[in-house]
């Protein structure tokens, strides 16, 4: 076998971590005296909404830095972590659903959160989605990039505009306002949830720089062929 | 060098110029009057003009004020903001949460005869998450800052 | 008195929505680490291959 | 100064060409009526919520006419590779973008004097001219905040064989402020305005209107140097 590469590595800390919280989360931690057993969601819930949202940020980041150094390692980064980002808000929004159900007795409202939440899934999605039409890498860099910094003129509505505008989701919690019992198993989940998205990001990052290496013959081979190790595949020029 | 100067200034400008929008979108106090929802003294500063129309009220559950119609099918409470309340009548099974002074937003029209019919009730919980048996305080000035009408008042 | 029960204030049970929930969390994140681990073993055989 | 008097010359070009190809823009005219006539077709005969739905109707039929307009807008300079020789002539790709997004804005608004009065019959909204020349106004604003980025992806997508699927994925989440803004707005010229909302509305839309025109400009530039 090969040796365990370090995103592997993280990626097995944050499933352990996020198995530890879930844990605690679930059978330690004490109901909500109103929510009751329902609160439990929160300890997936919000750091997925932390993570998805941080993930974009990277991608952000990363899109600046493949416009601005044109080399294809940030735009392979920046697709993972839109690509993880786009999961991860998925998975909020169904999270956030089956929690609204039971507390605020809708499955669905029309606030600001709920709404820019939903418009940055989709917008992200549209990036993937125009990263797949693309043929020619450069131009694929670009316009993905150019895409990804528009867009990201949402994801800081998503985060503030619970403060900003009256809504029906909550402002943000802070330590005060969460017991403390409570606080341990969610600070261990938004770890966790952080390495699993470094694990994505770092995995989907090779698999697109695996990808570009195909594509163009002007990026290095990943490694020298193996030879005696590879199933006999027919040698063609 | 300096057509890539000249880029860089234009950009900056640019980012900074959509940077304080953004920032005059959330300082600039326009987001109190983008409401997704009225709090009663809105609503009943507005008088005869709201009737009618469809309407989003949100605020507490004034404490003492639930009543059940003998019918088991509309729920009556008043929705509070400390200052001045509207009565609801809801046709609606509430969800479990429905309690006195938690927040609720209810969707409907002001009717003429001064009830808030609503079919939509929806409870809008605080981000405050306690153990059970932690002591409950109906501290208005506390849950209605959980509301965000504090902000309007300033 | 009444028909129906008067909510207490307080969510009785739930457990539901909690599994839905964590299921849910858990089938995303462990399906798509499998299509990524696919998408990435059928790449990289067939940069091996060339 | 040079970039001014550059997209003012491409302004006046596309709306040359506008003007002596009519048959495209009036299909496009054509198209904002039929959707306006297809949501009431959806409404039903039912006057209230008609004329409850009216300015979202009338926002949509904007948002779809813009699409038809923005991809064909760049079809024409495919055609003849307009477009690259206007790479080669000595023109900033920001006059470019600008001239482009500004004619396009223009060419919407256009639509307004057309379609503001058809909504109003047909969802038997009451409006006098007061009320239809702040529709338009407000029109003209959204127009603005859908061409600013519809031109950057349009830019991007044109030459896609999928640019009728990719303009609409992209532009529509990323405009729903717009929409929203614009929407709520209009709704409440129409419809009175209880609590004194219009103004927040109006800047909100206008605020994102300036964040699109601005971000557009910049990334458009890095946009035609791989090549529209």
Redesign the interface.
């Known amino acids: 076998m090969k040796r365990l590469r370090w995103d592997a590595i993280i990626?097995l800390v944050g499933l352990l971590m996020?198995l530890v919280g879930?844990y605690i989360g679930?059978f330690a931690a004490?109901?909500?005296?109103?929510?009751?057993?329902?609160?439990?969601?929160?300890y997936?819930?919000v750091p997925?909404a932390w993570i998805s949202m941080l993930v974009l940020t990277a991608a952000f980041g990363f899109a600046i830095a493949s416009?601005w150094t044109g080399r294809p390692k940030w735009d392979a980064v920046m697709t993972g972590a839109t690509e993880t980002g786009v999961?991860l808000g998925?998975?909020l929004t169904?999270?956030g659903m089956?929690?609204a159900?039971?507390?605020?007795?809708?499955w669905w409202?029309w606030?600001?959160r709920l709404?820019t939440t939903?418009?940055m899934v989709?917008?992200f999605?549209?990036?993937l989605?125009?990263r797949s039409?693309?043929a020619?890498p450069?131009?694929r860099a670009?316009?993905s990039?150019?895409?990804v910094?528009?867009?990201y003129?949402?994801v800081?509505?998503v985060y503030?505009c619970v403060r900003?505008?009256?809504?029906?989701h909550?402002?943000?919690?802070?330590p005060e306002?969460?017991?403390s019992?409570?606080i341990t198993p969610l600070r261990i989940n938004a770890f966790a949830m952080l390495f699993?998205a470094i694990w994505?990001v770092a995995?989907?990052s090779?698999?697109e720089l695996?990808?570009l290496?195909?594509e163009s013959v002007a990026l290095p081979?990943?490694r020298a062929?193996?030879g005696t190790a590879?199933p006999e595949?027919p040698q063609e020029g | 060098m300096s057509e890539r100067r000249r880029r860089l200034v234009i950009t900056l400008v640019a980012v900074l110029v959509s940077g304080g929008v953004l920032a005059y979108l959330a300082l600039g106090g326009i987001g109190e009057n983008l409401v997704y929802y009225w709090s009663p003294s809105e609503l009943n500063a507005s008088g005869d003009q709201a009737i009618g129309a469809s309407i989003r009220l949100g605020g507490l559950v004034e404490p003492g004020s639930i009543e059940r119609e003998p019918d088991g099918l509309t729920l009556r409470f008043a929705v509070t903001d400390g200052e001045e309340s509207v009565r609801v009548a809801a046709k609606t099974v509430p969800p479990a949460m429905f309690r006195e002074g938690i927040g609720v937003v209810v969707e409907g029209t002001m009717r003429s005869d001064g009830w808030f019919e609503t079919r939509r009730l929806m409870v809008k919980h605080d981000n405050e998450y306690a153990a059970p048996g932690k002591d409950e305080d109906l501290d208005i000035k506390e849950l209605m800052k959980s509301m965000q009408f504090d902000e309007s008042a300033t | 008195m009444n028909e129906m029960a008067m909510p207490e204030g307080v969510i009785g049970g739930g457990w539901t929505y909690v599994i839905a929930g964590y299921a849910i969390t858990a089938i995303v994140l462990a399906a798509y680490a499998w299509i990524l681990r696919r998408r990435l073993r059928r790449t990289e055989n067939a940069e091996d291959e060339r | 100064m040079r970039v001014l008097g550059q997209i003012a010359t491409l302004v006046r070009k596309d709306l040359l060409l506008e003007w002596r190809g009519r048959t495209r823009g009036l299909s496009v005219v054509l198209f904002g009526i039929v959707t306006l006539l297809l949501f009431s077709f959806a409404v039903g005969p039912d006057s209230a919520a008609l004329r409850a739905g009216a300015a979202g109707f009338l926002v949509l039929a904007l948002l779809l006419s813009s699409t038809l307009a923005l991809s064909e807008g760049f079809r024409l300079e495919h055609e003849n590779h307009a477009l690259e020789g206007l790479l080669l002539a000595p023109v900033e790709p920001m006059a470019l973008y600008y001239g482009k997004a500004l004619s396009n804005t223009l060419f919407l608004i256009l639509l307004a004097p057309i379609l503001t009065p058809v909504a109003v019959i047909l969802y038997a909204v009451d409006a006098g001219p007061a009320t239809l020349v702040q529709v338009i106004g407000l029109w003209a604003l959204a127009a603005a905040g859908l061409s600013a980025p519809g031109t950057l992806f349009a830019a991007m997508t044109s030459r896609l064989r999928s640019q009728d699927v990719l303009l609409p994925l992209l532009l529509f989440p990323l405009v729903v402020p717009v929409l929203l803004g614009s929407v709520k707005a209009i709704a409440l010229v129409l419809g009175g305005d209880p609590m004194g909302q219009l103004s927040s509305w109006t800047v909100l839309l206008g605020a994102f209107d300036v964040i699109y025109w601005t971000l557009s400009g910049v990334l458009f530039t890095h946009v035609v140097e791989e090549g529209v």
């Not at chain 1, 929510?35 to 969601?41: A, T």
């Open positions: 990626g996020l879930s679930l004490p109901p909500e005296r109103h929510m009751g057993e329902v609160q439990r969601l929160m997936v819930h997925t416009m999961v998925a998975l169904v999270q089956i929690w159900k039971p507390t605020w007795g809708v409202d606030d600001v709404t939903l418009i989709l917008f999605t549209g990036v989605v125009l039409y693309v020619e450069e131009r670009t316009w990039a150019v895409a910094i528009v867009g003129v949402d800081p509505l503030f900003w505008f009256r809504s029906l909550q402002v943000q919690s802070s306002t969460v017991a019992t409570m699993l994505f995995r989907r090779r698999l695996a990808r290496r195909r081979p990943r062929p193996r590879v595949a």
